[in-house]
């Protein structure tokens, strides 16, 4: 995908700019021996080409993607976007059984989702925190406390396709679907994340996740692009790690039995 690479390589600009601007500002205190940086003067210009590379990751225009032609429930809710990504993986599972996983699979399940959350949300860890996709109940379907705290089923297809939905621009979010698609008030973003499942017979299912954000005016989109820079990174270690914990369950947990005439 054309706009997911941009913003890729956008991201990486800004994190090794901030690397490069780290480095040179240590190295104005004391020069690592390591990095050979002869004075200060060319540890301060370090600092200054990291700051600017950062700030061109940052500004990197954002192309519109589309949907060319509707294949699934998710082109129908966000089909122009300027952010998106998507990722995929392999379940040696019939779709059935991943759509049971996808739906219990808990935040606990999902590696380093409390992790990067936490750096998007810092909370002290004996403060009373109110349940979000940020901060999840560890036995509680993530799924159920994403509907819970804001998110809502867009489209949803058993077996086949979730489709999700938030405005991350807007508070309260949207409560139906028909409401999602109705507003395009200026400063408002659509976000949608979907769960595809496509059979492949007995080789087991292809699950991929899509996330589209489409930004309704030139103020929303400079506003989160600049938040969708600096968490891209932590945001594709979450799709990964959560289709990675609907495999894991999907293959380890045995399928319930089927229930007999006299139940």
């Avoid at 913003?7 to 040179?24: D, F, W």
């Avoid at 940086?37 to 500004?59: C, Q, S």
């Avoid at 990504?85 to 996983?101: G, I, S």
């Avoid at 400063?187 to 059979?199: H, I, K, S, W």
Wanted: one cysteine or more; glycine letters at 6%; a positive charge.
């Amino acid at each position: 995908m054309r706009v997911a690479a941009v913003h890729a390589i956008a991201s990486s600009l800004v994190y090794v700019g901030l690397v490069v601007a780290l480095l040179g500002a240590v190295s104005i205190v004391k020069p690592p021996s390591f990095l050979r940086i002869p004075n200060r003067a060319v540890a301060a210009g370090l600092v200054a080409f990291g700051v600017a590379l950062g700030i061109v990751g940052i500004l990197l225009p954002c192309p519109v993607g589309r949907s060319a032609r509707p294949a699934t429930r998710i082109d129908e809710f966000v089909p122009a976007f300027q952010f998106a990504e998507l990722h995929e993986t392999h379940v040696h599972a019939p779709p059935a059984q991943v759509w049971v996983a996808l739906r219990a699979v808990t935040a606990s399940e999902i590696r380093l989702f409390r992790a990067l959350t936490w750096i998007r949300s810092p909370r002290w860890p004996w403060s009373r925190t109110r349940e979000s996709i940020l901060a999840p109940s560890s036995s509680k379907p993530i799924l159920d406390v994403a509907l819970a705290g804001g998110f809502v089923v867009l489209a949803e297809e058993p077996g086949r396709e979730l489709v999700v939905g938030f405005l991350p621009c807007r508070t309260p979010s949207a409560r139906t679907s028909q409401e999602f698609l109705s507003l395009e008030r200026p400063g408002d973003c659509r976000a949608a994340l979907n769960f595809l499942l496509e059979d492949r017979g007995p080789a087991g299912t292809r699950l991929t996740t899509e996330t589209r954000v489409f930004a309704t005016d030139e103020p929303a989109l400079r506003g989160f692009r600049r938040y969708w820079r600096l968490i891209y990174p932590g945001s594709a270690i979450i799709r990964h790690s959560w289709l990675a914990a609907i495999k894991r369950r999907a293959e380890t947990v045995p399928p319930p039995a089927p229930r007999g005439r006299d139940g």
